[in-house]
């Protein structure tokens, strides 16, 4: 038996080294000069990575080695983040994926697709934050430990905690010290949630990631809580468990998010169980960051006009004509859009804003009655009328307004005279329920707003109606 190697030209021999595994095709590189150098030919590494790390979506391999930093030489991943980067060599960009996969997902197969979905989004929600809501950028956390994200069984939840394991509210602090005066003071630091809130009357929401250790802990001691019933069998069959994962809680443990083993996203609605939010996470989670973003998901006031406190808005204020609408009449802009409560017995809240453009053709006027019309399915549409929005009679003026109940208190209900609100810039906004759709395609929302130009105590000419374009009251796609 020969004890040497056949001579094999530079195609045969890459033919050869093109079937073996890395760590093969590594330990060939080591035989000789020739076999290095064949062994390093960039085909065979870029073959490689996208037959381990890219089989599931080939199409999503970069034309040019990409991968997450680390070290030149040996590819090891320092740490995960939201940045990748350009690799020296396709071999380099093999070994920093496979670094990365060790840490993040250990045995388990990796979908470096979806790692760069994911990544790609942190990256926009931090560039988003840190120029438009900074207080918020500070609370992400350092990635979680390989041991902690060993516990997941989301793929898509497992790499959104390797870049950043929660947030860490200032509140949190003052409570594990059992600081009562600490928690008084930083109580308004959950309108920090990531993942966006509302506030409508008492009820408040503030959707924040929690780290796992402590999504975990409240998942275990919430066990029966966290698993699909019998109304989802199909999807426990496709998953292979009925067990759920927590993504995001709301401070007043009202509003659930929640991640299958198969990555579909549920919200859990108290009156009904479960319900799909999305049908992907990691798709659901890229459209969270392009919506902070463009400022779809804006930055406002979380408790409403009167409180200072400021976080990430879930009604949208992108006009679609859909789900959020927008009309302009004498120059007084109205945009309303509504988010689906399935943790409230209303299911449904909206928000309308107001703002009295510079080009107006009065220099201000009152808000002094409402008229709604809302269809929800039902044979006869609801008509809703009443004085004012929710108590309040606001005066508007061109870029800005104050609220001012006197006249309109004592006009309407003979009330004792109250002090005028503070003047303000901007938009004068509020928020409400509509009450639950009589369909399950929901139903619409529109109306118009009685003004009086000037105000109620001095007007200036005749009262005159502003539109409110119809919105939709109804599930979208994805639900926040």
Same mark, same amino acid.
């Given at each position: 038996?020969?004890?040497? !190697?056949?001579?094999?030209?530079?195609?045969?021999?890459?033919?050869?080294?093109?079937?073996? $595994?890395?760590?093969?095709?590594?330990?060939?590189?080591?035989?000789?000069?020739?076999?290095?150098?064949?062994?390093?030919?960039?085909?065979?590494?870029?073959? #490689?990575?996208?037959?381990?790390?890219?089989?599931?979506?080939?199409?999503?391999?970069?034309?040019?080695?990409?991968?997450?930093?680390?070290?030149?030489?040996?590819? =090891?991943?320092?740490?995960?983040?939201?940045?990748?980067?350009?690799? %020296?060599?396709?071999?380099?960009?093999?070994?920093?994926?496979?670094?990365?996969?060790?840490?993040?997902?250990?045995?388990?197969?990796?979908?470096?697709?979806?790692?760069?979905?994911?990544?790609?989004?942190?990256?926009?929600?931090?560039?988003?934050?840190?120029?438009?809501?900074?207080?918020?950028?500070?609370?992400?956390?350092?990635?979680?430990?390989?041991?902690?994200?060993?516990?997941?069984?989301?793929?898509? !939840?497992?790499?959104?905690?390797?870049?950043?394991?929660?947030?860490?509210?200032?509140?949190?602090?003052?409570?594990?010290?059992?600081?009562?005066?600490?928690?008084?003071?930083?109580?308004?630091?959950?309108? !920090?949630?990531?993942?966006?809130?509302?506030?409508?009357?008492?009820?408040?929401?503030?959707?924040?990631?929690?780290?796992?250790?402590?999504?975990?802990?409240?998942?275990?001691?919430?066990?029966?809580?966290?698993? !699909? $019933?019998?109304?989802?069998?199909?999807?426990?069959?496709?998953?292979?468990?009925?067990?759920?994962?927590?993504?995001?809680?709301?401070?007043?443990?009202?509003?659930?998010?929640?991640?299958?083993?198969?990555?579909? #996203?549920?919200?859990?609605?108290?009156?009904?169980?479960?319900?799909?939010?999305?049908?992907?996470?990691?798709?659901?989670?890229?459209?969270?960051?392009?919506?902070?973003?463009?400022?779809?998901?804006?930055?406002?006031?979380?408790?409403?006009?009167?409180?200072?406190?400021?976080?990430?808005?879930?009604?949208?204020?992108?006009?679609?004509?859909?789900?959020?609408?927008?009309? =302009?009449?004498?120059?007084?802009?109205?945009?309303?859009?509504?988010?689906?409560? %399935?943790?409230?017995?209303?299911?449904?809240?909206?928000?309308?804003?107001? #703002?009295?453009?510079?080009?107006?053709?009065?220099?201000?006027?009152?808000?002094?009655?409402?008229?709604?019309?809302?269809?929800?399915?039902?044979?006869?549409?609801?008509?809703?009328?009443?004085?004012?929005?929710? $108590?309040?009679?606001?005066?508007?003026?061109?870029?800005?307004?104050?609220?001012?109940?006197?006249?309109?208190?004592?006009?309407?209900?003979?009330?004792?005279?109250?002090?005028?609100?503070?003047?303000?810039?901007?938009?004068?906004?509020?928020?409400?329920?509509?009450?639950?759709?009589?369909?399950?395609?929901?139903?619409?929302?529109?109306?118009?707003?009685?003004?009086?130009?000037?105000?109620?105590?001095?007007?200036?000419?005749? %009262?005159?109606? =502003?539109? =409110?374009? %119809?919105?939709?009251?109804?599930?979208?796609?994805?639900?926040?």
């Amino acid at each position: 038996m020969a004890d040497t !190697l056949p001579e094999l030209d530079d195609d045969a021999l890459a033919q050869v080294l093109g079937l073996l $595994g890395a760590a093969d095709l590594d330990s060939c590189r080591g035989t000789c000069r020739a076999w290095r150098a064949t062994g390093s030919e960039p085909k065979l590494w870029r073959r #490689l990575l996208q037959v381990t790390y890219f089989a599931g979506s080939p199409e999503a391999l970069p034309e040019q080695p990409l991968a997450p930093l680390g070290d030149e030489d040996e590819g =090891v991943c320092v740490m995960p983040s939201s940045e990748l980067g350009p690799a %020296p060599s396709w071999r380099v960009a093999f070994l920093r994926w496979h670094a990365l996969s060790r840490r993040v997902d250990g045995p388990r197969p990796m979908d470096a697709a979806l790692w760069m979905q994911i990544a790609g989004a942190w990256a926009r929600l931090e560039r988003a934050l840190r120029g438009r809501m900074p207080a918020i950028k500070e609370t992400l956390c350092s990635p979680a430990s390989a041991e902690q994200l060993a516990v997941l069984h989301s793929r898509g !939840l497992r790499y959104i905690h390797a870049i950043h394991d929660g947030q860490e509210l200032a509140l949190d602090r003052f409570m594990l010290a059992q600081d009562n005066d600490g928690v008084r003071a930083n109580r308004d630091s959950v309108c !920090l949630g990531l993942f966006g809130g509302y506030s409508v009357y008492n009820h408040r929401v503030h959707m924040r990631m929690h780290p796992l250790q402590i999504s975990v802990g409240i998942a275990t001691s919430w066990e029966s809580k966290f698993k !699909l $019933g019998e109304a989802h069998a199909d999807a426990i069959a496709l998953a292979g468990s009925d067990r759920l994962e927590i993504v995001s809680v709301s401070h007043s443990l009202s509003r659930f998010f929640a991640v299958d083993c198969a990555d579909v #996203l549920y919200i859990h609605a108290d009156l009904g169980g479960w319900e799909v939010a999305a049908p992907s996470l990691g798709a659901w989670f890229c459209e969270h960051a392009r919506r902070v973003e463009d400022g779809t998901h804006r930055i406002g006031h979380v408790l409403g006009p009167e409180s200072p406190a400021e976080g990430i808005m879930l009604f949208p204020c992108r006009v679609d004509g859909e789900f959020c609408s927008r009309e =302009v009449t004498q120059g007084i802009e109205v945009v309303a859009s509504a988010v689906y409560c %399935p943790e409230h017995p209303q299911t449904f809240c909206y928000s309308l804003r107001f #703002l009295m453009h510079p080009d107006a053709p009065h220099a201000s006027a009152q808000l002094v009655r409402r008229r709604w019309l809302i269809s929800d399915g039902s044979e006869e549409p609801r008509h809703v009328v009443g004085d004012g929005v929710v $108590g309040m009679f606001p005066v508007l003026r061109r870029g800005g307004g104050y609220r001012d109940d006197r006249q309109a208190k004592q006009t309407f209900s003979g009330a004792a005279s109250l002090a005028k609100g503070k003047e303000r810039e901007g938009w004068f906004e509020y928020q409400s329920f509509s009450g639950p759709m009589g369909s399950a395609e929901g139903g619409k929302f529109a109306g118009d707003i009685m003004f009086v130009p000037g105000s109620l105590a001095a007007p200036t000419g005749e %009262p005159f109606a =502003v539109s =409110v374009a %119809p919105f939709r009251l109804a599930r979208a796609p994805l639900l926040f």
